[in-house]
C-alpha cells in the first residue's frame, strides 16, 4: 500500500479537474463482476466504488479519492500505470491519463506548425483524391479540388468556419452523406478529447468546445462520454447522389516529425470507386478556377 501524500495545495487546476471527471467516467463504466468483486448490494454510482480502484491499483482510498477531486499531489508513473492496469485503459487512455497528470514523455512543446509551402502543391497533385491538412483542433489549414467535390466545398464556407468538427455537427452543405456516420462522429469527438489535454487552458480550443455544447445537443451527449482515440484510418463509406457508395481508404500523413499537423489523404479502396471519383472531379464545373482563400 502507498503512503498517503500530504495535500499542502488543494487549487484544483483544469488539469487535474478533467483528470477527475475522466478517472470517474472510466470507473463507472467496469462492472464489479468483471474485475472480481461480488454484484451484489446496494450501489449508489454505476460501476466500481473508489475504494475498489484502490485496492486493485494498490493505492490508499485517501489518496485516490483526493486524485479524482483534482487535488494537486504528486503521482508517480508507476501509481498511474496500476490505476490504468485496474481501469482497464487501452493503450490511447492510457496516453489520455498521463497528460492530464501532468506526465508526458511525448515530444517537447514548441513543435513549429507552420504549414510547408509544398503542401498544396502535394494536395493538388494526388487528386482525384480529396485531401485535406488538420491540425490536432481539426482546424482545415488547406484542401484540393477534389474535396470540395467529392466531401463538402470548403471555398463556399467562411474561413472562421472551416473546422472539421464544427462542420460535422452543424453544417448540412455537404456533397456526400457517410455510411457510418454515427460512429465517425463519435470517434471524432474521442480523438479531440484526446488532443484537448494539452490544450485545456488554450482559449481557441475552449470556444470550440462551448460553441459546440451550445449548438449541438449530439455532441453534448458524446462530450460526456470523456472517450478517448487516437486520429483514424478506419475505411470511409461515402454515399453521393447519382454514384452510389465510394469506399474510401484514409491516410495520414504527418507534415512534420512529431509535428501537429496531418494530411488526411482519401484513396479509392476499389476501380469502382476510383472510376468514380475521376468522374466526380474531373466533370465540367460552372465555377470559376479553383482557387485559394
Known sequence: MTTVPAATDRTVTAERRELGIFLRSRRERIRPDE????????????????????LLAGVGVTWYTWLEQGRDINVSSQV????????????????????????????APGVCSALP?????????????PAVVLNKRYDILAFNEAYCRVVIDLEKVPVEDRNLLWLNFVSDEWNCSFVDAESTRHHMVAAFR????????DPLWQDLIQS??????????????????????????LEIEGFGILKMDPINLWLSPA????????????????????????????KPAFGRS
Open 35 to 54: 474485475v472480481g468483486f461480488a454484484p451484489g448490494g446496494r450501489r449508489r454510482t454505476p460501476g466500481l466504488r473508489r475504494e475498489e480502484v484502490a
Open 194 to 201: 484526446a488532443a484537448s489535454a494539452d490544450h485545456l487552458g
Open 259 to 286: 509535428g501537429p499537423l496531418r494530411a488526411t489523404v482519401y484513396t479509392a479502396l476499389d476501380d469502382e470507386t476510383e472510376a468514380k471519383l475521376r468522374q466526380i472531379v474531373d466533370a465540367p464545373s460552372a
Open 80 to 107: 498511474l500505470d496500476a490505476i490504468a492496469t485496474a481501469l482497464r485503459f487501452d493503450r490511447q487512455e492510457r496516453i489520455h491519463l498521463y497528460r492530464l497528470a501532468g506526465s508526458r514523455s511525448g515530444p
Open 117 to 129: 509551402p509544398s503542401a498544396q502543391k502535394t494536395l493538388d497533385a494526388v487528386s482525384p483524391y
Open 212 to 237: 459546440l455544447l451550445r449548438i449541438s445537443p449530439y455532441f453534448a451527449e458524446l462530450w460526456e462520454r470523456y472517450d478517448v482515440a487516437a486520429p483514424s484510418t478506419r475505411t470511409k463509406m
